[in-house]
């Protein structure tokens, strides 16, 4: 066992020791949620024709600064005409136009349909109700986009406006990084899966599934290996297997008991352990190791500290092997609703609410039972930071927070 | 076409005609993402048995306060020990026991490992280095939480620490909201699809997939319809097809040009249309609709209107009918980074940039060449919000901005 580790220390070391998984090449409609690996640029000028941006009429806009008659409709333009058919609109005429419809010759303003009125009997015309300014209402060919333009970067998260871009630059394949194989194991004598009625002196696994639910939700592929036995040949064969996946996490087996055998079996297996102390509350004997490209967290077994390494730890390496260009927790701000203490040397990470008030994020401190309470990351929704020399925090304190994002409701 | 209604308006008018779907019980593993639909409540005390919450030794606390003379050890107890088969602890004894386990009867207090020290040539007792205080280390029966007590509740969004609740207390179904079967059809004889190159006049379909990959991100399990042609019997076969699903999202068709038949449509196959002008900016065609509980939301075609419609109006409607108690989006306030402006009369929903600086959200707002500029909203991660009455904004004002989640970096 080493001395604790602080926890931006951590956070570097298992970034550097995280490899960036290869880029796959995919279908466009496959990438949504994946971090894109290389430039998209247009392949186009967008749009690549002077177009309308309203319904109206393409007009001169020189003839209605002399008078508003009528003017003699010459065509109609839908969106999609091909502009080598379009008739040119010379002064005393118009077209109606369409919005995205290309601009005829000779146009260079659409009034809109709500300042147009008709001719009584005359179909063919249409009575201006005011001028308009040169260039009004008119997208010039290259004005939102130039072709070449790059328009997404590596390491940009694939969102829905991003899939709308893609599919602009005609795109039917992309890269995305790769999504990270994880398997989960959790180690304990005591547990029993959740379908199970927990004996005397057992409890119920649920480190397992909320380690693999935090995997899903930040896009990995997972893998459930069940809960091993404390004794070193079953745990062995277990981590073997999940040694064979990107990323190993496990939950238990890392503290100071005699059957905590979980180090000492990494090591056993040849997996460099990097660190096995974090100064971080919960959470201290977090242990992070890798052997080859595989990655293991070896999260403590009660259920807020596993939930708290993965969301500071886990995530940020997988962002990382996913091609995030920002894969580390920014935290915000908010104000404190009520005080909090500890006792100094770790950083404190608190369950806690923060909810838009106002002006300013409440951040409210989940009251907990101690880190074995697995109800009250379910409470919260962000994580409350204290550093590692502040022992108290009033109410109204300023306080660095980390929103979760496997929260929809801010 | 009616007068064009306020935004907060719309929306309630969306909530109010969108129907819960029915709930469906469903395998816990297939929960994550869902509302929860019922109580969640524990099937029994947790901890269910007085247990230790550090590796060390059971003791008698007032029998270290005499003295700190060596402890004969009477038993290991490991986590998952039935209770019914330990030892007593009593003055002088002590048991070594790990997190988790069950206190013995007798003892009253656990002294951490790092107090104690071994007895150099006799391995059967140990030696503490500090008294404890009656209690240490101890959680008692229902500490964490009691047998009954209802841990979440309908409404809420099933997480990754809600999995760990529902697994700790043995569910392996529950009751979940349903996931909206959602179809998107987009309209305009000038698309074509991004696999193919488009001839003049012509631009590629981006609203398809940014409508579809928002509805995927919001939970809904989609269908795309394709691109309809701009004549009233081809739209209405692709129409009545839409609204065979919970939802249909329709694209263009909404405005005033000859060729804006999808309101028409849409009344035509019996739809009732309960607005078609919103003062929102961009998006003011806006048009929404019901047949039976099948909702109609029809967006305008601009990349950006139709971006902007889907965020403030169908996710919420998509929140609803999945169960979810909160379904409207809740804006923060940020700082401006640079002046805005429009004309008044509609809220401005522009496209930002949203980042935590210090000590609050700077916004900074997208330059965009207009409402068919499909990048600025790859460029943003949010909306920020200008009212209606409101005709500029200097740098450094206050504004609402709505975060959006479908982009994991804020």
Redesign the interface.
């Known amino acids: 066992m080493s001395e604790p580790i602080a926890v931006e220390r951590a956070l570097s070391i298992v970034l550097e020791a995280t490899p960036v998984l290869p880029f796959e090449s995919i279908d466009?409609?496959q990438a949504?949620?994946r971090w894109l690996q290389e430039e998209i640029k247009a392949d186009?000028d967008?749009?690549?024709?002077d177009?309308s941006?309203m319904?109206g009429y393409a007009v001169v806009a020189a003839d209605l600064e002399r008078d508003l008659r009528p003017l003699r409709v010459v065509q109609?333009i839908?969106?999609?005409?091909?502009?080598?058919g379009l008739r040119a609109v010379r002064p005393g005429g118009a077209s109606?136009i369409?919005?995205?419809?290309?601009i005829p010759p000779g146009a260079d303003a659409v009034l809109i349909?709500?300042e147009t009125e008709g001719v009584e009997g005359d179909p063919e015309s249409v009575r201006p109700k005011s001028a308009v300014r040169a260039g009004a209402n008119i997208?010039r060919r290259g004005?939102?986009?130039r072709s070449g333009e790059v328009?997404?970067r590596a390491g940009e998260?694939i969102?829905?406006?991003?899939?709308?871009?893609?599919?602009?630059?005609?795109?039917?394949r992309v890269r995305a990084g790769g999504r990270p194989r994880l398997a989960v194991l959790a180690t304990?004598?005591?547990?029993v899966e959740?379908?199970?009625?927990?004996?005397?002196?057992?409890?119920?696994?649920?480190?397992?599934?909320?380690?693999?639910?935090?995997a899903?939700?930040a896009g990995a592929v997972t893998r459930y290996l069940g809960i091993a036995p404390?004794d070193e040949r079953g745990l062995r064969l277990l981590i073997e297997d999940g040694l064979g996946d990107d990323v190993l996490v496990l939950s238990g087996g890392v503290?100071?008991?005699?059957?905590?055998l979980v180090g000492q079996t990494l090591r056993s297996l040849g997996v460099e352990i990097l660190f096995d102390r974090v100064a971080i509350r919960p959470g201290k004997p977090f242990t992070f190791g890798r052997r080859g490209s595989a990655l293991v967290f070896g999260c403590p077994?009660?259920?807020v500290s596993a939930?708290v390494i993965f969301q500071v730890f886990a995530r940020a390496a997988l962002?990382r092997m996913m091609g995030?260009a920002?894969p580390a927790p920014?935290?915000?701000?908010g104000v404190l609703k009520t005080p909090v203490r500890q006792r100094p040397g770790r950083a404190g990470y608190l369950q806690a609410r923060a909810a838009?008030a106002?002006?300013?994020?409440e951040v409210e401190v989940i009251p907990s039972?101690?880190?074995?309470?697995?109800?009250s990351?379910?409470r919260?929704n962000s994580l409350a930071i204290l550093p590692p020399d502040v022992t108290s925090l009033p109410a109204g304190a300023?306080i660095e927070t980390l929103?979760?994002?496997?929260?929809?409701?801010?």
Chains 1, 2 share one sequence.
């Not at 839908?78 to 080598?84: K, Q, V, Y």
């Not at 959740?194 to 935090?214: C, D, H």
């Not at 920014?330 to 701000?333: A, G, K, L, S």
Request: charged residues 25%; glycine residues 14%; proline residues 9%.
């Open positions: 466009t409609d949504l949620g186009r967008h749009p690549d024709f177009k941006l319904d109609e839908p969106a999609g005409t091909d502009p080598a109606r369409m919005t995205g419809a290309p349909v709500e997208a004005a939102d986009v328009l997404l998260f969102g829905a406006a991003e899939m709308g871009v893609i599919a602009a630059c005609g795109r039917t304990g004598d005591e547990l959740p379908e199970n009625a927990p004996g005397p002196g057992q409890i119920r696994n649920s480190n397992g599934p909320v380690l693999r639910a935090l899903l939700r404390d503290s100071m008991g005699t059957r905590d077994g009660n259920p939930y962002r995030s920002h920014v935290p915000v701000r838009w106002g002006g300013a994020y039972s101690g880190s074995a309470d697995f109800v990351s379910a919260g300023s929103l979760l994002d496997d929260q929809p409701d801010r």
